[in-house]
């Protein structure tokens, strides 16, 4: 059974997380204002704020999943409370010495650093790239530390075999890998793998930094490793969700418990490959890539959609479908998440599309995809957790109409703001825009849009935000019975 | 316009996927005491599957011809634009551009005839993005340093053609432009 100290552990990372979540939501909607003129920064301020922006709703969400499958891998293994203690202490670190990085270096290259950017913006101050370098690493190892401990613990109980669950290719399997330890080791590979990647980014960077310009990086080969690392972590950390999703839906909605089935076990293998070589849909532009690797990326991209789509999603459909199900706050936070996802997830096969990538890519429509299944996707599936987490002792979760005013709040908000993403995609609005040349007529004012969308959703974030993080706070401060 | 249509088909697929889901959520609300429902939700559906794949097969096979990488790819150009970008600006010239001394000058194309750009960066990463008279991007690809890109284009309108950057380069990133004619 879960001990105090993890619940401690989890109480104290929800918190942060939470808080953080709020503070960026302010940077996104200042960024919004600011594109539709309504504010006026000054374009270095604004790159500040969207690197912090990025770089801190990437971080939150990757921690909260990790938060998540840590607190409920317990149920099957010993999990090692200092491990998480310590990427708790290195993950605030990170945290604030990023923000030293942007705020007062001024660095600017946004979340994913490409190079060589960093080497060669004249904005930031001499030691705000080595030093945003030195934090990622920080974030890196305790991540990279975390994930590795989690998967040697499960280890110590199912073989690697069993963690994959290859035996249920076979008929009657005599041990079962529940589907929460399939889908978190296939998550973790990636997470794994995806760290190393961004390892060897920041190992190529400081060589280059201190070679004198003796030695020169090759653009193509870093922005493939970037992505690789950028494209891998983002995607995972909504899979840490996922697996979360299979182990608590079910028995929140009061059904009995799914179990791995050979598909499942299959669908979810396949998957592990395809997560690591979709990322190449990130260099379509790029024509001098490997037409080869251009039309995997594509593929790729396609099939990873099987797993998510073709088992999670129509699972959730089925658990559903014409069954009285006891509905909570977590499960409908959960089901409406899904859709998010799916929405988002079609956003993103359309983009992975090269032919209409040409017209899409970086313009409005990546973060309106990206932000679909992150904000109306991923957020409510860790936000389904913490509820469910921090309520467990206490059976209040009944679907009061406040919740049901919250709910509908975060949906208008939630819908209002990624419209207006989706349609300046169609309109060819460039991302990453601080403000937007006259030409574009519709840029500023779907800006504005999308701007005061946000602040509703802003305002159910908050509500949010203080029913969990009390409970939270009552479990930070309780004492052992 | 390319993107409408595709505005269109994800609008209909994220309604039609809504449906789905607000219909199934209501129907868990019906009184149905017979049904038990599955016992485990994992069950095969191999059905399911199937017509995922192929609709996505279809959905690939039909578009990966398209790319950009294909098209032209066997006719001559009638005119090689080099394009040079740098922080934060485009050079383009009909001649090779000199990384010490970049200069460039200005262009007019031919309406209806293969035109390349061989485009490269002399710093960062930048894109080099072409916008119609009614600010539509209609074709695109990355100014990179140490390669060149070639992107192939036939202009069918005469008129000006704007050249935004579309990969955060800076600072001077939204200000980062050039024009050019087609005649
Ligand atoms: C309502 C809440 C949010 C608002 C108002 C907001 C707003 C924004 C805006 C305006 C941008 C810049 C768009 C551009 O390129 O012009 C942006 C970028 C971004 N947002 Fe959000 N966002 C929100 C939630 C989230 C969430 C939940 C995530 C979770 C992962 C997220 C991750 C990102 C990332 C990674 C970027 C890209 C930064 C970059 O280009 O370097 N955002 N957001
Ligand atoms: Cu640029």
């Known amino acids: 059974m879960e001990s105090l100290n993890l619940k401690k552990i989890t109480s104290l990372w929800i918190i942060t997380i939470l808080v953080l979540f709020v503070v960026a939501i302010v940077l996104g909607i200042v960024m919004r204002l600011n594109q539709g003129e309504v504010i006026k920064l000054e374009p270095l301020a604004f790159y500040t704020n969207m690197t912090t922006h990025g770089i801190t709703m990437i971080g939150i969400w990757f921690v909260a999943g990790m938060v998540s499958v840590n607190y409920l891998m317990e149920r099957y293994v010993k999990t090692s409370y200092s491990i998480n203690l310590f990427a708790f202490v290195l993950t605030v670190i990170g945290v604030v010495i990023l923000w030293t990085c942007t705020y007062i270096g001024n660095f600017s290259s946004g979340w994913t650093f490409l190079y060589p950017l960093p080497l060669k913006d004249s904005g930031s101050a001499p030691w705000a790239t080595p030093m945003y370098l030195v934090a990622l690493t920080i974030l890196g190892i305790a991540w990279l530390v975390w994930s590795v401990s989690l998967m040697a613990q499960v280890l110590k109980k199912y073989s690697f075999s069993q963690l994959l669950a290859w035996q249920h290719l076979k008929s009657n399997p005599k041990v079962e890998t529940p589907p929460f330890i399939l889908i978190s080791t296939v998550t973790l590979i990636g997470v794994i793998a995806s760290l190393i990647a961004a390892v060897i980014v920041i190992v190529l960077y400081f060589a280059e930094y201190f070679s004198n310009g003796n030695f020169v990086n090759d653009a193509l080969l870093m922005k493939n490793l970037t992505y690789f690392f950028g494209h891998t972590i983002a995607n995972e950390m909504l899979y840490l969700g996922v697996a979360v999703i299979y182990e608590i839906f079910a028995e929140v909605s009061g059904r009995p418990k799914w179990k791995t089935t050979w598909y499942v076990a299959l669908a979810w293998n396949c998957s592990l490959v395809f997560i690591l070589t979709a990322f190449f849909h990130h260099l379509y532009m790029d024509f001098v890539q490997p037409e080869g690797l251009q039309i995997i990326g594509q593929l790729a991209s396609y099939l990873a959609s099987i797993p998510a789509v073709g088992v999670t999603v129509f699972t959730i459909i089925l658990a559903v479908y014409r069954v009285r199900i006891k509905w909570s706050i977590v499960n409908l936070l959960f089901f409406i998440g899904v859709i998010g996802w799916v929405i988002g997830g079609l956003g993103a096969v359309i983009d992975a599309t090269i032919s209409n990538n040409v017209v899409l890519h970086n313009t409005l429509w990546v973060p309106a995809h990206f932000h679909t299944y992150n904000a109306m996707g991923n957020v409510l599936f860790s936000l389904a957790f913490f509820y469910w987490f921090s309520t467990q002792h206490i059976k209040i979760l009944v679907i009061s109409n406040q919740t049901l005013y919250t709910m509908g709040l975060l949906l208008i908000g939630g819908i209002g703001f990624l419209i207006a993403f989706y349609m300046g995609g169609a309109d060819s609005v460039p991302r990453r825009y601080s403000t937007y040349p006259s030409g574009l007529a519709s840029a500023s004012y779907l800006a504005k849009i999308g701007a005061s969308f946000a602040m509703l959703y802003l305002g159910a974030v908050l509500i949010f935000f203080y029913n969990i993080s009390k409970r939270c706070f009552g479990i930070l401060y309780s004492s052992p019975y | ?183």
């Open chain 2, 1 to 183: 316009m390319q993107q409408d249509s595709i505005l269109h088909f994800f609008l209909i697929l994220a309604a039609i996927s809504t449906i789905v889901f607000v219909f199934v959520f209501f129907s868990s609300w019906q009184d149905d005491t017979n049904n038990e429902g599955v016992k485990n939700a994992l069950r095969k559906r191999f059905w399911f599957i199937l017509i995922l794949l192929v609709s996505l097969g279809i959905f690939a096979s039909v578009t990966i011809p398209k790319s950009p990488y294909f098209l032209f790819a066997d006719e001559v150009p009638s005119k090689i634009i080099h394009v040079s970008a740098m922080q934060y600006a485009f050079l383009l010239s009909e001649k090779n551009i000199d990384a010490k001394n970049p200069v460039g000058e200005s262009i007019i194309l031919p309406s209806n005839r293969l035109v390349e750009f061989r485009v490269t960066s002399l710093d960062v990463n930048h894109g080099f993005a072409i916008y119609n008279s009614e600010m539509q991007l209609i074709t695109q690809t990355q100014a990179m340093p140490g390669y060149v890109n070639s992107l192939r284009y036939k202009f069918d309108k005469p008129g000006k053609y704007q050249v935004l950057c579309l990969e955060l380069c800076g600072v001077g990133h939204p200000v980062m432009q050039s024009t050019f004619k087609v005649q």
